[in-house]
């Protein structure tokens, strides 16, 4: 496969070449969870994938908690719909706990200071209230839990939404709020953990593929011997042989040929779909 052909696979499992989604949680589903730490950014990516997108769609659908915005798969913050954001958490959590062990320490956060601000965050938050980060840190100090500094507070918050006690509310203006996971989002079914990796494994590759394991470990944030250990037991590549460091992996559909729109997208910077250096000679 031509470096030519790989990039225009990917596009089209993107949805950039050809969009077909129309609405915004429906993107998100495709691509599993879209980065938002940049939250005008995040947006332009699914605007791209929407034929006749708005920017208000996008935020009425942020609004009505169609997409949500927590941190997951790796320390930073995603879009992801609420179908998805309890197996995910489930999954990736663990992970980016221990990624961000050295600055609990460094902040002095333990185990007993995280349950006491849960504690507070769900009493504050209870009954549908949505408050935002100035406000909350108002009710983690009026609770005895000291805020001072941004890096403490960044962490005591990216806890409570890893540990799924809050997620995003409605904007408020153009403020955040945080809000209850357990009221903003519907009751789903549980998804063992084997269920979820194979889960994750197939959206990835379905969405953004040809793309390798190294491809896939990073964008997860799960451990490289994990990833391989899911791809060789999902079963989805038995007609691929993985080599590692160099195999492309792709569920693209070979009945369906590339559908090339003429036109220039301009793509949010935080997005992968260009091929790692790495695997830049595959052919």
């Known amino acids: 496969m031509t470096n030519v052909a790989i990039a225009q696979q990917r596009l089209q499992n993107h949805h ?13 589903a495709w691509l599993g969870a879209v980065q938002a730490q940049e939250y005008a950014g995040a947006k332009w990516a699914l605007v791209q994938r929407m034929p006749s997108a708005t920017d208000a769609a996008i935020e009425q659908a942020f609004t009505d908690g169609a997409i949500l915005r927590t941190h997951l798969l790796r320390p930073t913050w995603h879009f992801v719909t609420p179908a998805d954001i309890r197996w995910m958490l489930a999954l990736t959590a663990p992970r980016v706990h221990a990624l961000n062990a050295y600055y609990y320490r460094k902040c002095e956060l333990d185990k007993t200071i995280f349950a006491r601000s849960h504690d507070a965050l769900v009493n504050a938050l209870q009954g549908g209230k949505q408050l935002m980060r100035e406000e909350v840190r108002t009710v983690l100090e009026q609770a005895g839990i000291a805020t001072k500094g941004d890096l403490r507070f960044a962490y005591l918050m990216m806890h409570a939404e890893l540990d799924g006690i809050v997620c995003s509310g409605a904007r408020r203006g153009k403020q955040f709020t945080y809000a209850l996971v357990e009221e903003r989002v519907p009751p789903t079914r549980k998804v063992d953990r084997d269920e979820a990796l194979a889960e994750l494994v197939k959206r ?79 052919r």
């Open 16 to 28: 950039l070449s050809h969009p077909q989604l129309k609405r915004p949680d429906a993107i998100v």
């Open 204 to 282: 990835y590759f379905t969405s953004h593929g040809p793309a390798t394991v190294q491809d896939f470990t990073w964008w997860s944030g799960l451990h490289s011997l994990v990833s391989y250990g899911i791809i060789l037991s999902a079963g989805l590549f038995h007609n691929s042989p993985i080599v590692v460091g160099i195999s492309l992996l792709n569920l693209f559909d070979p009945s369906q040929p590339y559908r090339n729109h003429g036109g220039t997208k301009l793509c949010c910077v935080v997005e992968r779909y260009s091929l790692r250096r790495s695997c830049s000679s595959s």
